[in-house]
């Protein structure tokens, strides 16, 4: 079997063909990334850099190397690359590995979204409410950290369009990611959540394995109203009033998987193995698995690790 990775200069990237490397498999991994693939190229067979996802070539590129290289299935794993995909699936010339665009449009859209999980996500503020300060804002299409604020005053929030931005409650730590993977039916296989213990450059570099199961009931309910495929990766944060409250879905498997795979729940080798047999892995018990990890406290991968730090030195000399 041959798959392609894509993002393979980026966390995501990385962890998915690091895992892979930890098992003895028959897949051929290549790879691609908008740049160089630094981090990533050397976890990979063959390396190619391609167009950016806004590109008008980028399906077109995708599919000369599908076709070069007779890839069987692709797995994207860069936000600006999931709704592109996803929409012309029908167009790349493989199996693609992706969550349906009728998935992607909510889940990449963090003002749409509460027309579907309102309950589920941190209280949304309206500029026409009385407003009680701070408030937290964040790009209604974005990723990770960027352009993320918290607002002191009525004069500050007055720079961010409500169109572009969304401005919600203050959440309180601890944040909580869970791993999952789901099947090419929609179906939940694992959920694995983990505390971000420690951050560095917005991706956790080491983590402890938590079961809660408020979340996991949430995930739950969710996957019922959105279909799912392929590795995804929820973030939650602790609201003052209302337990535990949703803050991303990100359509693709984490930078911070590593954490998830060194506990023993290798999530790459298991879809692996549920496209190698082409049937969903339903006697797989990942509660079982969970209940043997409570409470373990475990790193990434050395190379995310390494990738974070220097990537941290480069903004410190900037600065």
Known sequence: MKILLTGMGGPAGICFAKALSLEKTNIDIIGVDGGEGKYGKELVSTFYQIPMANDPQFIDQ??????????????????????????NQKKI????????????????????????????????????????FPIFVKPRIGRGAKDVHLI????????????????????????????????????????????????????CVKG???????????????????????????????????GYKLTEINAR???????????????????????????????YNYQKQLSNIINGIFDNFPEIIHRQREKRLIINKKL
């Open 62 to 87: 995708l599919n000369k190397i599908i076709d070069k290289e007779k890839i069987d299935f692709i797995i994207p794993l860069v936000d600006e690359e999931l709704p592109i995909i996803s929409f």
């Open 93 to 132: 010339h493989c199996n693609v590995i992706v969550s349906p665009y009728k998935t992607i449009k909510y889940t990449t859209d963090k003002i749409k979204i509460y027309g579907k999980l309102e309950k589920y996500l941190p209280k949304r503020i309206l500029p026409t409410n009385q407003l009680e």
């Open 152 to 203: 002191e005053t009525k004069e500050d929030i007055s720079q961010y369009d409500s169109n572009k931005y969304i401005y919600q409650e203050i959440l309180s730590q601890p944040e909580i990611t869970v791993d999952t993977l789901f099947d090419l039916n929609g179906n939940l296989i694992i959920a694995i959540p983990r505390i971000r213990e420690v951050v560095e450059e917005a991706i």
């Open 208 to 242: 402890r394995i938590i079961n809660n199961e408020e979340i996991l009931q949430d995930i739950n309910e969710i996957s019922n109203i959105f279909k799912f495929v392929g590795p995804i990766n929820f973030q939650f944060m602790k609201s003052k009033k209302e």
């Open 253 to 283: 498997s984490s930078g911070g998987m590593g954490i998830t795979v060194n506990s023993g729940v290798n999530i790459p080798y298991i879809l692996i193995n549920m496209l190698q047999n082409n049937i969903p892995i339903q006697n």
